[in-house]
């Protein structure tokens, strides 16, 4: 179970668990994308329509195989719109509110399962770090989305102070090669987080 995080918005959080996870299809993976943000972005980078699949797989306690939906060769998604908040309201008033993701994907027969957190810090976060195995952290190259980094870092080494395994990469995005700030941020990540930096995606036309 892989989460895709970051407390910055417009990072390429969506944009990087939809390539992912189509990639892992593509490659002959049975994966399950899960969409944690009320825009529903995921459905509608896959060309399908938003759904309240999240808020029906928490609230209505519907099993995965009746919300999932199919969008690529081995690739289905459970869907996510405004609802979402709803669900996210039920989770709070809930009994063990930071095991509620990891209760629902219990019986999830997938060999990959993919969580596209809302840039926030709630308890769908914080639910959704102790159902994972890892955790991957998308940033722009700018102070603000570094800083965001360093929130989920956070919010990471609470949950394994509560005993949870957790690893985790940090995926440098729009990397602009003719900007200094860029270069300055990305050699500043390599230089305190090592080999938990991957290579970056530049940005070109």
Do not use: C
């Amino acid at each position: 179970i892989l989460t895709i995080a970051n407390q910055k918005g417009g990072v390429g959080k969506t944009t990087t668990a939809v390539t992912i996870a189509h990639g892992l299809a593509i490659a002959g993976w049975k994966t399950l994308l899960v969409d944690l943000d009320p825009q529903g972005h995921v459905a509608f980078s896959l060309g399908l329509p938003k759904g309240p699949g999240f808020y029906r797989l928490i609230v209505d306690e519907e099993p995965i195989e009746k919300v999932a939906i199919p969008a690529r060769t081995n690739l289905e998604i459970i869907p996510g719109d405004k609802r979402t908040e709803k669900a996210k309201r039920t989770i709070v008033v809930s009994n063990f509110p930071m095991e509620t993701i990891t209760r629902a994907l219990r019986h999830a027969e997938y060999e990959v399962v993919i969580l596209d957190l809302a840039p926030s810090l709630d308890v769908l976060h914080v639910s959704a770090l102790m159902a994972s195995d890892w955790v991957l952290i998308p940033t722009k190259l700018d102070a603000m989305a570094v800083d965001g980094v360093n929130e989920v870092l956070r919010s990471m080494a609470e949950v394994i102070e509560r005993g949870h395994r957790l690893g985790y990469s940090i995926l440098p995005t729009f990397f602009d090669r003719t900007t200094r700030e860029t270069v300055v941020q990305l050699n500043s990540l390599v230089e305190t987080f090592k080999q938990h930096v991957w290579p970056p995606i530049p940005q070109d036309t």
